[in-house]
């Protein structure tokens, strides 16, 4: 699940992802697609996340079933992420209380369970307005050709 988490954001938009705890193969595998398909994005780990959330200097974002409507508040977090940075908390079934009281938004994308991953790809679509759809990467060494019917991967010519 991590690494989906990391290629969703990345995908969508996110300029990074911070794994809390040991997440040596996640981080490698997103960091392999990085390489070939581009970025900018970088994977960072965090002993855990009380103290990445303590010394965080912008608004946080958790998402949660139990949150807000993201169509209720997508507007405010917007503003948010133009004042400053975002941190987007993506958790599992038991998350701590500590994040909810942290967060400066508890966010749903519907209020029925659901995967995180799906969560963090509908809340980054809206945050970005789409936008993130047509996002140019640098420094792929290779790209994916869009078609009707098959696969294409050719190298990018530098």
């Known amino acids: 699940m991590t690494t989906h988490v990391?290629?969703?954001a990345r995908a969508l938009g996110a300029d990074r992802v911070?794994?809390?705890g040991a997440a040596s193969e996640?981080?490698?595998t997103v960091e392999e697609v990085v390489d070939r398909f581009g970025?900018?994005?970088a994977v960072e780990?965090?002993?855990g996340h009380r103290a990445f959330l303590r010394e965080w200097d912008g608004a946080v974002v958790h998402l949660t079933m139990y949150g807000l409507p993201v169509q209720e508040v997508e507007t405010d977090i917007r503003e948010a992420h133009a004042a400053g940075p975002l941190a987007v908390v993506v958790g599992s079934e038991k998350v701590p209380f500590d994040v909810y009281e942290r967060?400066?938004?508890n966010v749903a994308v519907t209020n029925q369970p659901h995967s995180e991953v799906a969560g963090l790809a509908?809340?980054?679509d809206r945050l970005f307005e789409g936008?993130?759809?047509d996002r140019e990467w640098a420094d792929a060494a290779h790209r994916i050709v869009p078609k009707e019917t098959g696969k294409l991967v050719e190298p990018v010519d530098e």
């Open 45 to 47: 780990t965090a002993d």
């Open 18 to 20: 911070v794994v809390a």
């Open 6 to 8: 990391g290629l969703t």
């Open 122 to 124: 509908v809340f980054l």
């Open 103 to 105: 967060a400066d938004f």
């Open 26 to 28: 996640p981080k490698a």
């Open 131 to 133: 936008r993130e759809l």
């Open 39 to 41: 970025g900018p994005f």
